[in-house]
């Protein structure tokens, strides 16, 4: 039987794929480094004494088969995407972490009663194209090949014809969709200081905020910068800059958890002595209550209407996500503290303001998240880091969270 294999070794091996020369690390879906990255992944799978498999969308499964065929399975893990000159833990901590955790199991007590999954998902964060979650989004069945092939990337290049370069036949008619699994569990930097600001170890997740997308266009007129009068413009990003203003205080205003950001703006024609004639910029909106999500939003989109009409320009809006708040499973949440406080380690309960993959989960089986400190709660950036200990903790209350699932049978008949 193969010796267990270390978590701290396999995260640095996945942050060396995709080295950004800008900093940090740029896997995007269906790219050369996202392709290196989870060939690395189900070698790693394969090391550790798992059985791999590649569904048709591109994720890869390392699996522990249980002496129960007929019980539902245990998974774990995360995504292997990356924003661009992203960290590296986002993601691939969840992924490294899973692949330690089997090997160790396997190692120590063999066979498992419930078969024992981690999968390393193809995507999460919508970095390339107007998508997100398209990994468990197709393993849950939110997500589906209809209407979504056609999106294209920044470059213009679709998702169908980026799948067919990377491998993947959308035509294939293989299926993503699972309904073999029982209960998820991640493991996930915070992305965030509540833990750190508290000096607390382990983070016992309670809920994902949901949250909305969108894309807002703004048409308006081009005309010279020196010679049209200010009365008679239809400046289309003074219109916008407005709009963003008003989202930024009234979301401060609101408070009570919610967050309102605009982290795209493009212009056109951009030219310094050019009136712009066209703007889109990006609105994303979370909380953990679906009613405040939806008042917000209607909200919102009536201002953005009156400041259109005030700069006498069009405008309109597509929502490209809509996730809804995902409550975690108590049941889990309590054993997961216990887990924590047997060890000795420091723990709390916190809510997700980020969206994650167990989200998608969360409606359809039992799920759950453990989170680690992220220091001074830096993410998506070359900045993004996790203490090894912190990393080690986290792996190792996975660990246990995992051999009481899959290995000891009525630890999970309340589940």
């Known amino acids: 039987m193969k010796a267990s294999i270390g978590i701290l070794e396999l995260l640095a091996e996945l942050a060396a794929i995709g080295e950004d020369p800008h900093g940090g690390v740029t896997r995007l879906l269906y790219d050369s480094a996202w392709r290196q990255a989870q060939q690395a992944a189900a070698r790693m799978m394969a090391d550790a004494g798992l059985a791999v498999s590649i569904d048709e969308v591109g994720n890869v499964y390392g699996r522990l088969a249980g002496s129960d065929a007929e019980a539902l399975h245990v998974l774990t893990g995360s995504h292997m995407d990356t924003v661009p000159c992203g960290g590296r833990y986002d993601g691939a901590l969840g992924i490294a972490a899973g692949i330690a955790a089997l090997s160790e199991l396997q190692f120590k007590y063999g066979q498992p009663r419930r078969t024992l999954e981690v999968v390393s998902f193809c995507e999460e964060e919508g970095s390339r194209f107007p998508l997100a979650y398209w990994g468990s989004g197709n393993v849950t069945g939110s997500k589906s090949f209809d209407g979504a092939l056609e ?179 108590a049941a889990i949440q309590e054993r997961m503290a216990r887990i924590a406080e047997d060890k000795g380690y420091s723990h709390m309960t916190v809510t997700s303001g980020a969206g994650h993959d167990a989200g998608l989960f969360a409606s359809q089986c039992a799920c759950a998240m453990i989170f680690v400190p992220s220091q001074g709660g830096i993410s998506h950036s070359p900045l993004e880091y996790t203490a090894p200990d912190a990393i080690v903790r986290g792996t190792d209350v996975l660990t246990e969270l995992l051999y009481q699932l899959a290995y000891v049978e009525e630890s999970h008949e309340a589940i």
């Not at 969709?177 to 200081?193: A, C, M, P, S, V």
């Not at 994902?208 to 081009?222: A, E, K, L, P």
């Open 151 to 329: 999106a294209k990337d920044s470059e213009g290049i679709s998702l169908r014809e980026a799948m067919v370069e990377a491998g993947f036949d959308p035509d294939a008619h293989r299926r993503s969709r699972r309904t073999d699994i029982g209960i998820y569990i991640e493991l996930h930097i915070e992305q965030g200081e509540v833990l750190e600001r508290s000096q607390c170890e382990i983070g016992v997740v309670d809920a994902i905020c949901g949250q909305r997308r969108y894309f807002v266009d703004i048409q308006g007129r081009s005309g010279h910068a020196g010679t049209t009068p200010m009365a008679i413009r239809e400046d289309a990003l003074a219109a916008g800059a407005e709009m963003i203003v008003w989202l930024r205080k009234a979301g401060v205003e609101h408070g009570d958890g919610l967050v309102a950001t605009v982290g795209k703006l493009d212009v056109s024609p951009n030219i310094a002595n050019v009136i712009p004639d066209k703007v889109r910029f990006s609105v994303d909106i979370r909380h953990r209550d679906e009613a405040v999500i939806t008042a917000f939003c209607e909200r919102t989109f009536q201002a953005f209407e009156v400041t259109a009409a005030q700069h006498n320009v069009l405008i309109s809006k597509s929502c490209w996500l809509s996730e809804h708040p995902a409550p975690m499973n």
